[in-house]
Every structure is written in C-alpha cells, then in structure tokens.
C-alpha cells in the first residue's frame, strides 16, 4: 500500500457484541444459579445498548470518544472487549447522597439544581468544609471537579474557575459532579496501601455460606451413624452367633424398637441434609425398614431377612461391634471431626470482630482479628473457646491489612502481578499528589487519580490512546500548581517510586509479563521523571492491524544499549545496531514531515520480516501474535527500560531471577500435558522463558555456563513429560551460549534445538 494514500479510520464490527450477547443470554436462561441468571441478565442488557447504540450510529466504538455528545474526559461505562454501552459512569438516577444533599440545600432533587448551588456562597462554604476535613469519596473522576472549582475560588483564582464551571455547565444536569460525604478522610497511601476496605472484607464474609457438603457429612457424623449404632445394637440383641432374629423379639424389644422409631422420625424432621438413610438400599435404611416391619407385626420375608443379615454383618465387619475398642476410637475420633467449628461461624465471628473498626480503610494489624476465640465470644456464639479460625477465613481478613507493598507481596497477600496492578494506583496517586504544593489540593488531587485508574480501557483503534487524567478539565484547571515539593524536582520523588515498584515488580514475579494496568502506572511515573524511556503495553493480537507507535522503537533502541552483543541478542537473532540506525532514521524523517501519522513502519515491517509474515496478505490472529511478540522480544516488554534507565537493581540478584524464571517455565510446561488447548499456556512459558534469557544475558559468562547446566537438574523435580518437552529449547540455549547459531527457521542445523517463542503458524512444535 502507498504510504501516502488516504486510508479511512477503521471501526469495530458488531460480532464481538453479538456473541457475547448471545452467551448472556444463554446463561440467563438455563443457569442453575439464580444470582448466575441475573447477572447475565444484566450483562444482556447492557450489550443490547451496544449493539443498539452502534445501529443508530450513536456510538463510535474504536474511538477515544465513543459516545456522541460526550467528550472524551468523561467516564463512560465499558462492557467485556472495552465497548462502551454509551452510558455515563457519573450518569444515571440521582444517588440517595444527592438526594439528601438536595434536601439540605433547599433545592430541588436534580443535578443542575445541586450544581448551581454548589456555584453559590453556602454551597462553597459546603464544599470548603469538605475539602478540609477530607471526609469525601471521589467514586467517579467527575465528583473531584466541583470540589476543585471551590478551591479555585478560595485561592483567589476566580476567573480559572469561572472557565472550568463554564465547561462543565452542559453536562450539570447528566453527570454527577457532587462528592459523596463519608465519615473519615482517605488513608495516606505514601507508606501503606490495602487490597481490600473493611466494609468489602465484610462483605466477602457475610456472603460466606455454609458448605453445604461439608454440613451434610457433619450431619452424617454427628447424628445418622450414632443413631444407626443403636439400629444395629438393637438388632444384635436378636442374635444368636452373629445372625440376628435367631431370638424371637420380646415385648421389651418391640417396645425399645417403637422409641428408636419415633425419635428417627423426630430426627428426620430436623436433620434433612444426608439423604442415604432414606435409601432402602444403604445399611441404615435397611435396618429401619425391617424394623418398622417388625415391630407392625409383619414377619419378614426370605429377601428381607437377607438384607438384614447382610447388612448387621458388614456394618460390624468393617467398623467393629459398637462397643469394642476400635468402634469407639472410630466414634470417638468421628465426633471430634463433627464438632469442628464451620467456617461459616468463623466468618461470622470475624465480622462480628470487624465492625467495630472504620469501614473504609484497611487494617494496620490483623493479630488481634484472627486470634483466638475468647470466653465472652465463645458465650455469644458457641465457638469453643481458644479455637482459632481456619487459613480461608484468615486469609479473607488479612486481604484487608494495609502495609507497604513490599511487605503485602511478602505475606501473599499480592500473589500475583495483576494483583500488583491493582495496588500500584494508591501509591501512584500519593505520589503523583505530592507535586501541588496545596495539602488539601494534594488530597484532592491523590482521590482523583485513584477513582480515575478505576476508569476501564477503551477498544481503541488507529493508534488512538487512552485518555490520560492530566486531560480532565479540573485536573487542567490546577496544572499550574504542580511545583517543586521539600526542594526536591518533581520528577525525583516519582524515579524513587518508580525503581522501588519495577524493582518489587521485577522480584516477585520474574517469570511474568508485565500486565497492561502496571506498564500504564510505570507511564505515569515516567513522564514526571522524564526519563525518555517509554514503557509499551501488551497489543491484543485480535485487534492489531500491523502498525506500531514510535516509543516501540525507541524501547528496542534503550534494549539494544543494554544488550548489544548478549546471549539475548544472539538467542534471538537481533542485530541491535541496525535499530539504532533506523531509530535515527525514522526521527529525522519524523522531524521533516510532522504532519505525518505517528507510527514506526520501519519497526513494524522489521517485526513482520522477523515473524515470518511479510509475504502473507491475509488477516490472522495468530499472524498478528507473531508480530506482536517479535516487538517483546525487540523491546524486551519494558525490562530493559526498567534496568538501563530506571536503574533497578532487584534482589538477591540476575542469577536468582533467571533461576525463578525457569520455575515458572517448567510449570506451565507440565500443564501442556493432556490440554486439548494448550497454545495460551505455551505462550505464556515461551514469554516466561524469555525473561529467563534477558535475566541470564545480565550475568557474567561463566555464571551463565553454571545456570544453564543447573537448568536441565531442575526439569527433573517437574512430571516427566517435561524434560522432553524442553529438551529441544534448552538444547538451543545451550549451543547458543557455546556460539553456535540457528538457521532461519529458528532450528539448528543438528535438527535437535529450537528456539522457544509463542506463536508459531502450522502449530507449535512444542505439541
């Protein structure tokens, strides 16, 4: 295609939604679940508003601003695959504090109205107040925006002001600008951060139920094998040499046997979870059959008298006769199991103890909440006293504990790096806030940041980005407060965070791809340093339409300065020289012909030559998978940014790391094994096993021969299948380290190595 010619924007197809739709509405209909069903119902909903708004043309999906009549500033709600329905997040039905709002100012319950008084003497007074004491919740990014025009007008920027109410003026009467007042300020999120609130860990333990197979082996335990031990002594009182009704029953018998009746239907009225004693088939079914035969006077027949027997002897051949001395350790033991506290009582326990805490925060020690039981407790509840709750019901509370990240990864309660993703925003916005020099600007502005990393990505395509929060009108308004903090520049206090989270991110979890919602923080962060080291996302392979912005090639260029002449650039056949010249190319020619789309299309059509599919026309995802991990692999998804200009420096060290990495390599290989899909789970070991290499390319020759030959030990602690699995890849490193080199299908000429990437036409060798 010419470069010059005109192409139209692309846009995005309506199946996507249609499928997606179709399977809400399969759910909603035949889910077993009745809370599954209207959930799906929802879903359903809000995908026919999709399909809906993209017919009437009213939605521009693939666009930073989908919604017509909306700009891109405001927080639209985004469906699965980034759709947006088209409605506002900040939108809808007045929230019940509007509404009491409204009654407190004396005005009308509507949003304009709510709006204009804020605009007033009272209602700035009203949002004074809020904005010293800190008692507000930010929800949604707009709730920040009135609250920022009031500290306009107080620090005698009126006019500014008066422009920032102008522009939000024609959405007053749609969206909501008013903050949420709550009982206590934000926790500071320099030093701690939490997971988890205390009202969402009370929430999560109040929707604990009880388990319904463990409170029917309880009952089983507890209630239906004593009672069957009084069946069968019972029964045994008829035995002659072990055969019951060898003794014709006495009056005593039937009598005794017309109590045991009694209580069982007694005991079948209150105890309904085990069914087994209803089968007349099962032991005790039998024995209470013949019984109640018997006792009605009813002589039982050849086959009765069969089962009976047969029943009295095998339930004494297997546990003992009741009495005897294993029969009562087996009852003993069973009793003591039966009489364990639930979980489901714990967790009551647990909100009970939480309550009296402040509800929108974390929790600074969680000791003292999962010690335990105590006298009084054990009074109000019936937990035994001293009983302690069992690791599910700990772990739910301790997911609340508010620490420095470093220490929450440390205790598992950040067990994953998506985890991580999530957490990074608190600090993120406490450090980013700590430029206004203002402390309730900054607690504004800290609030802001945290409610908009709560606003879900957009699909977007021809290159189009995310809206930043620096585009927020209010966040704008006071751009120009932003000033150096205790003498420190602006952008040093964000390189220190920036090194300690790459540096946590890097350590715990070696051997996984930086997820999306971290690189955005890391961005965030590195614009303030401006370290001119871009950080690049994950690209969704179904979506890529084969261009690539520039800071890709500028990150492979800041690899290439690490990594020239590394075990990583010969492993994966990468000539860094020549992406240094064609970075200094493609920014010459950028800065001749500004007009120009910003993209790399020398990059992209290096990472199209490297996949293999320059010569292909057509559209796959698996093709565009291809390019899209030569980019990793050019640009080493962002490590190489974090070591060469970030500087990090992760503990105990690249060896360590390379080592960890290789770990998760060979679990993820072991799960290969049997999968009728397996390709997602090669893919992630083939990104696995590449950050072994960049961590391996950073320590010294020799350690990197010791390494690599302690490699091949560790496939043997993994199931069996593993070490053939990756013998061709590990046959490769190590030939690669000795100098050798692979042809141009990524094999060696001895055919017995291959070089270990994800994505692979015609199917993966690995398979």
Known sequence: MNDNAEQQPLTAATSYPQA?????FVTALTHEDAGTRRRAEVRGQRWREVLAGMAAGRLSVGS??????????VTPEVVRGGFTTGTAVAGGPLQP??????????????????FSYCLTEPGMAWLWALLDSGRYEIGVPETAALLTVAWQVRHGETEAALDLAAELAPFADRLRFLPRPVDGPAPDATTAVHRHTVSETVDTLTGRRPNEAVETQREALAVWQPFGDELLVHWLRTARDGRVLERVPDADWLAGGEALLDRYRLLAAEHTRCTKHRNPKQNLGILRGALEETVAGRPLDARRLGLLRHAVESMVRRRGLPGSVAHTALRRSQAEQAALPSHHAFA???????????????????????????????????????AVAPPTIREVVESALSAPLATLVERGVVPSAEVLA??????VAATTAQAYGDETLRALMAANYRAFRGRRSLLLLNLERQVRVEELPWVRAVSGQRSAVL??????????????????????????LLPNPLVREFGVLERQCDLGAPFVEELAADIFMGTFSPKFLTAARVAGELLDGSLYERYYGIDYAAIRNLAITETATALTRPYRARTSPGFARLCSERAGTEASRSWSVAANGAVIEQAQILTTHNLATLVHRVGITPRP?????????????????????GNPRPLSTIKDAAYAWRQMLFHLSLCPPEEQRRIIADLHE???????????????ALTGLTLIAEGGTFNTDGALDDGRARRFVGWASGGHWMR
Request: glycine share 10%; proline share 9%; with cysteine.
């Open 714 to 728: 560790e496939t043997t602690r993994h199931p069996a299948h593993v070490a053939p699995r990756l013998a061709p």
């Open 20 to 24: 997606q739709l179709a399977k809400a």
């Open 653 to 673: 060290g690249w060896a360590d790391l390379a080592r960890r990495c290789f770990v998760t390599v060979c679990r993820l290989v072991s799960r290969v094994h």
């Open 422 to 427: 999530e957490l990074v925003p608190q600090l």
């Open 64 to 73: 930073r601003t989908p919604v017509a009549g909306l700009p891109a500033w």
């Open 487 to 512: 003498g420190k520049p602006d952008g040093e206090g964000a390189l220190t965070v920036l090194r300690q989270l790459g540096e946590l991110a890097v350590q715990a979890f070696p051997g996984t």
């Open 348 to 386: 009551q326990l647990m909100v009970r103890r939480l309550a009296a805490l402040p509800q929108e925060t974390g929790i600074t020690d969680v000791l003292p909440l999962v010690g335990a039981v105590t006298e009084e407790e054990g009074r109000a509840t019936g937990l035994p006293v001293g």
């Open 97 to 114: 504090y509007e509404t009491e709002a409204a009654r407190d100012f004396g005005v009308p319950a509507e949003r304009r109205a709510l």
